[in-house]
């Protein structure tokens, strides 16, 4: 769904997966490293494959008779191969540059400035998040530039908002676990 709120104009599900999975995915960074960032992000990505893989199957096995709207959930979900593709091409190349990118930072850091690591990779990868999506899913059928434009400029005021959640995450993760049990590493 493309939404407009003042003079933006973004598509209102590629804004909102923002909320939570770059912080995660920094938070896991931060206390666990690199490696179990990237499996994160792959198991993510094997997830939502799964899910569009089961939508796009009910899609093709037969409707029951009593059922109602058959067609119409057939006509919006069936719209399912092209999202995906936009998707897997742009939450993957953006979460694995917002996992790399952060961990330089953090090489370059130290474990001081995590809110500039944060920002820096999370805005960076929200920027090629939504040029990459937008034209591959809306190519033809909506404003290309605006909404890149509209959605990055969301994404990156809730990367803002954002930055205390991390701090938050990151003090509960360690608290929880300890710095001193096997599942904490500093590794990276």
């Given at each position: 769904m493309i939404v407009e709120?003042?003079?933006?104009?973004?598509?209102?599900?590629?804004?909102?997966?923002?909320?939570?999975?770059?912080?995660?995915?920094d938070i896991i960074s931060v206390v666990w490293g690199k490696q179990y960032a990237k499996i994160t992000v792959w198991i993510?990505?094997?997830?939502?494959?799964v899910f569009v893989f089961l939508v796009q199957g009910s899609i093709?096995?037969?409707?029951a008779e009593v059922g109602t709207h058959q067609q119409a959930y057939a006509e919006v979900l069936g719209n399912g191969p092209r999202i995906l593709v936009a998707s897997f091409v742009a939450f993957l190349t953006s979460q694995l540059c917002d996992v790399n990118l952060y961990t330089k930072l953090k090489q370059s850091s130290g474990e001081r400035l995590l809110w500039l690591r944060n920002n820096v990779?999370?805005?960076?990868?929200?920027?090629?998040n939504s040029s990459l999506f937008i034209p591959l899913?809306?190519?033809e059928s909506a404003p290309i530039?605006?909404?890149?434009?509209?959605?990055?400029?969301?994404?990156?005021?809730?990367?803002?908002?954002?930055?205390?959640?991390?701090?938050?995450?990151?003090?509960?993760?360690?608290?929880?676990?300890g710095k001193d049990s096997f599942a904490y590493t500093a590794d990276e």
């Open positions: 709120i003042g003079p933006f104009i973004f598509p209102c599900t590629n804004t909102i997966f923002s909320l939570l999975t770059f912080p995660i995915t993510s990505f094997a997830a939502q494959a093709y096995v037969p409707a990779s999370t805005f960076t990868s929200q920027l090629l899913d809306f190519y530039g605006e909404m890149i434009l509209g959605s990055v400029f969301l994404k990156w005021v809730i990367a803002v908002i954002n930055t205390p959640l991390v701090y938050g995450g990151m003090h509960l993760v360690t608290r929880t676990i």
